[in-house]
């Protein structure tokens, strides 16, 4: 069982930054593949960013250039730095860590709502 605690959500102008935390307790993090994900109201649930257990990563589009993903094993948590952010990310940001590989359920954050003024 993984529990999941994102923070560092917020209200930002235009151009400016956050620095989302995902804290993971539960054991065997460094082993899973982990990201985040975000959701609107009416819309599907969106990928943002994947890491592997390796540190492989993966991103969207749209956030490509502007987004990073990371993760510290050693203290269970992963991040995603959002730079030169836009009124279009606006969402509810989820954490996830995928441990179906190890037979395991995939699990998710409360989520942690960003809001970005134009």
């Known amino acids: 069982q993984v529990q999941l605690v994102e923070s560092g959500g917020g209200l930002v102008r235009s151009g400016g930054s956050l620095r989302l935390s995902c804290a993971a307790s539960g054991g065997g993090f460094s082993r899973y593949r982990v990201g985040w994900y975000r959701q609107t109201p009416g819309e599907e649930r969106e990928l943002v960013a994947t890491m592997s257990h390796a540190g492989a990563t993966t991103y969207a589009q749209s956030v490509k250039g502007r987004f990073t993903i990371s993760r510290d094993n050693a203290e269970n948590t992963l991040y995603l730095q959002m730079n030169n952010l836009k009124p279009e990310d606006t969402a509810v940001y989820l954490c996830?860590?995928?441990?179906?590989?190890?037979?395991?359920?995939?699990?998710w954050g409360q989520g942690t709502q960003v809001t970005v003024s134009s």
């Open positions: 996830n860590v995928d441990a179906s590989a190890w037979g395991l359920a995939d699990y």
